[in-house]
């Protein structure tokens, strides 16, 4: 597939935390990871998903103004950046393992119309839903 | 609100506030006294409710009031339970209460509103639930009296103290 969406990005507080946690602890990869003076490009990879790359940015110069860049840190620290949502096989193991690791949860995992869902966050803020779909 | 831009407020501070945002989340039917929700968040009790207030726009007691209401109104929902098992299941410690406090903030009565959300459910399944939730939340922009804030001694954790 040529066309389609490439990489969606998100915002984190400190892109080397940010790497740490989703390399070490999610088990993602890194796709891309250069530097332009204080601009770092930086994007993982679900190793199940070549397609995709999910992009570790940090809000700040020279893409954005200081004010700017501290209101988005505010934001997302207050978890009100969208949903994210995760696909697993099994929610209950991948929970279990990631615990294990230290992945903040903030909901275990629940049986809701017939799928299995937890939820979780990243270092910076950012909300994910880890959903086992009933097949 | 207290004339501080949230914005202004320390990201690292914001970001343990969450974590009792979280945890009242994850257990909205347990007791959240603000010396919790204080030590959850790792600042003083003193700072805690003015600085949750500051950056999620309501105290955090009446924010657990939202989520009790949510999740009651879910099991009105979804579930048989009696109204009086739904009420102690999210945290109320009399039905009275619950009953009050629910009309308050959605104008109606539970039982009303099982009978009118079970007809109009569909499609539901469809939407992730915390994302459903997160939809269904009541608004509480009109603030819970002053009468029935003394009201509802028999909440769990409301012993808090909210800063004016």
Redesign the interface.
């Known amino acids: 597939m040529n066309q389609g969406v490439q990489v969606v990005g998100l915002y984190v507080?400190d892109q080397d935390e940010a790497l740490a946690f989703y390399v070490e602890k999610l088990g993602f990869r890194v796709h891309t990871d250069v530097r332009n003076g204080d601009y770092r490009w930086l994007t993982v990879q679900h190793p199940d998903q070549p397609s995709f790359q999910l992009g570790l940015f940090a809000p700040g110069p020279p893409v954005l103004d200081a004010?700017t860049a501290?209101?988005l840190?505010?934001i997302?620290?207050?978890?009100a950046m969208p949903?994210l949502?995760l696909n697993v096989d099994d929610c209950r193991a991948a929970y279990d393992r990631l615990s294990a690791r230290g992945v903040?949860f903030?909901?275990?995992p629940?049986d809701?119309?017939?799928n299995v869902?937890a939820?979780f966050?990243d270092p910076?803020?950012n909300g994910w839903?880890m959903?086992e779909t009933r097949r | 609100m207290g004339g501080v831009d949230p914005a202004s407020q320390d990201p690292e501070l914001l970001r343990r506030l969450l974590r009792a945002k979280d945890r009242m989340d994850a257990a909205s039917h347990e007791a959240w006294p603000v010396g919790r929700l204080a030590g959850v968040s790792s600042v003083s009790e003193a700072h805690f409710a003015r600085s949750f207030r500051q950056a999620f726009g309501v105290p955090p007691h009446r924010y657990l009031l939202t989520r009790r209401i949510e999740r009651a109104m879910a099991l009105l929902r979804d579930t048989d339970l009696p109204i009086t098992e739904i009420a102690f299941q999210t945290g109320w410690g009399s039905l009275g209460t619950f009953g009050r406090t629910f009309r308050d903030i959605t104008g109606e009565n539970p039982g009303a509103i099982r009978e009118r959300v079970r007809a109009a459910a569909n499609e539901l399944g469809r939407v992730p639930a915390c994302i459903l939730g997160a939809a269904h939340r009541p608004d509480l922009t009109t603030a819970v009296s002053e009468k029935r804030r003394r009201e509802s001694d028999g909440i769990n954790g409301s012993n808090e103290k909210e800063l004016p």
């Open positions: 507080r004010a501290q209101t840190r505010a997302v620290a207050k978890g949903p949502v903040e903030t909901q275990e629940v809701r119309y017939g869902d939820g966050r910076s803020g839903k959903i």
